[in-house]
């Protein structure tokens, strides 16, 4: 299965800041989604990140808020924009396996945390 | 209608016994029934997954059976471990979308 790095793995930010996560895969993949965790829950889908085009947004999240950018088959970037304390969560990046739709695997996440 | 209803939230078992953890969903569209295990400070990690025209899949200690007509499924953990302690989550997936419904996490602890 594909190898995921996040960065960052972690960081404490400022309330009104911007802070890019980066998605890396050691190797070529169709579909990439970026989900979120909010402390002690579950995972929600925040997008569809679509290769060469604009990204997928679920209900809930906005392209203003949350800009995805997916360059190429194997990297991707999401944008917490204008961030509040509601925005600490755990946001994950996750793949399946080239020309798969299914057995997908997950980033270790970029724990956020928002004073 | 888009959600899949977990339970319990959490679960105690002694080391060696088996843990069950149930799932139910509304809709009939969802084709692909992963579970997923999270220790903490780490990403989830696919344990197993089923598609509904099987009734049972086993992998090693882990087996998943489910129900179609009832719209359930759910995760049995054979001889477990202290090292199972963890968070389940079971998931569905709509069609071939690959977007992922989770459920709401089974925090698991097995007592040695």
């Known amino acids: 299965s594909a190898v995921i790095s996040q960065k960052p793995s972690r960081d404490i930010c400022q309330r009104g800041t911007s802070l890019t996560i980066q998605c890396q895969v050691d190797?070529?993949?169709?579909?990439m989604f970026w989900y979120r965790q909010q402390p002690g829950q579950s995972l929600t889908l925040i997008a569809t990140?679509?290769?060469?085009?604009?990204?997928?947004?679920e209900s809930g999240f906005v392209i203003d808020k949350f800009p995805i950018s997916r360059p190429n088959l194997t990297f991707s970037t999401l944008t917490v924009s204008n961030m509040s304390p509601e925005d600490s969560s755990i946001y994950l990046c996750?793949?399946?396996?080239?020309?798969?739709?299914?057995?997908?695997?997950f980033g270790s996440g970029t724990r956020l945390t928002v004073v | 209608q888009q959600q899949v209803k977990q339970s319990p939230q959490s679960l105690i078992v002694q080391k060696g016994g088996i843990s069950i953890i149930n799932c139910a969903y509304e809709?009939?569209?969802?084709?692909?029934f992963p579970w997923y295990q999270q220790f903490p400070g780490k990403g989830p990690a696919l344990l197993i997954a089923?598609?509904?025209?099987?009734s049972e899949k086993k992998e090693g200690r882990f087996t998943i059976s489910f129900n179609k007509s009832a719209k359930q499924f759910s995760l049995h953990i054979m001889d477990s471990q202290p090292g199972d302690s963890a968070t389940y989550f079971c998931?569905?997936?709509?069609?071939?979308?690959?977007?992922?419904?989770f459920g709401q996490g089974t925090t698991l602890q097995v007592k040695p």
């Open positions: 089923i598609r509904p025209d099987v």
């Open positions: 996750s793949v399946a396996p080239w020309g798969a739709n299914y057995g997908y695997t």
């Open positions: 998931a569905a997936m709509p069609g071939n979308t690959g977007k992922l419904i």
């Open positions: 990140a679509n290769q060469g085009s604009e990204a997928t947004y």
């Open positions: 190797s070529q993949v169709t579909m």
């Open positions: 809709n009939t569209a969802f084709d692909y």
